[in-house]
T-cell receptor, first 106, second 119 residues
Framework: DVQMTQSPSSVSASVGDSVTITCRAS?????LAWFQQKPGGAPKLLIY???SLFTGVPSRFRGSGSGTDFTLTISNIEPEDFATYFC?????????FGGGTRVELK | QVQLVQSGAEVKKPGASVRVSCKVS????????IHWVRQSPGDGLEWMGG????????KYSPQFQGRVTMTEDTTSDTAFLEMAGLTSEDTAIYYC????????????WGRGTLITVSS
């Protein structure tokens, strides 16, 4: 199985800050997605194929990386961005998620 | 508008089985590849399995292989997750979703079904 190590597990930020979240795969992968989840809700796709913005997602979300190292950057954080973020490798079975990063209001 | 409507919360005894349904509305089930993801209380996301049309088969996470069955009824546009031999560690919210991480699948999720396993 491909192990996805996500860091940090939590980060505090103020509105307007930038935050970077990292996912490292245990082997080289091709398909990496990022999701946002708010309490009581289902995950929502933000980024697919490592760097492509999903429909309707604000441009302040940016994904980058390849091989084993990937990042999600949220620029100029808005109040609605405080949530938990997960990465997902979807190129090999079993699909595997990172452990999640909680972005909290400082 | 596509919606995935899941069945309601259930409480089960250890050792029991459960079946969760996921009805597709606003689209036909045959146009989607349904996958199942679970989330234990306060924990992360765990992929359980799903259909891969390019291979023509349903694939399961090794963790659930042999204990979980995913089926579909195209006449009612409903997908099902059945899990046997429940333990307290299976207490979680179970989500159905169109193939996660694939933009072409549209990122549709059910609202989740809470399964509580308790004696």
């Amino acid at each position: 199985d491909v192990q996805m190590t996500q860091s940090p597990s939590s980060v505090s930020a103020s509105v307007g800050d930038s935050v970077t979240i990292t996912c490292r795969a245990s082997e080289s992968i091709r398909w990496l997605a990022w999701f946002q989840q708010k309490p009581g809700g289902a995950p929502k796709l933000l980024i697919y194929a490592a760097s492509s913005l999903f429909t309707g997602v604000p441009s302040r979300f940016r994904g980058s990386g390849s091989g084993t190292d990937f990042t999600l950057t949220i620029s100029n954080i808005e109040p609605e961005d405080f949530a938990t973020y997960f990465c997902l490798q979807s190129g090999s079975v079993p699909l595997t998620f990172g452990g999640g990063t909680r972005v909290e209001l400082k | 508008q596509v919606q995935l409507v899941q069945s309601g919360a259930e409480v089960k005894k250890p050792g029991a089985s459960v079946r969760v349904s996921c009805k597709v509305s606003g689209h036909t089930l045959s146009g989607f590849s349904i996958h199942w993801v679970r989330q234990s209380p306060g924990d992360g996301l765990e992929w359980m399995g799903g259909f891969f049309p390019e291979d023509g088969e349903t694939k399961y996470s090794p963790q659930f292989q042999g204990r979980v069955t995913m089926t579909e009824d195209t006449t009612s546009d409903t997908a099902f997750l059945e899990m046997a031999g429940l333990t307290s560690e299976d207490t979680a919210i179970y989500y159905c979703t169109t193939r996660p991480g694939l933009a072409a699948a549209g990122d549709h999720w059910g609202r989740g079904t809470l399964i509580t396993v308790s004696s």
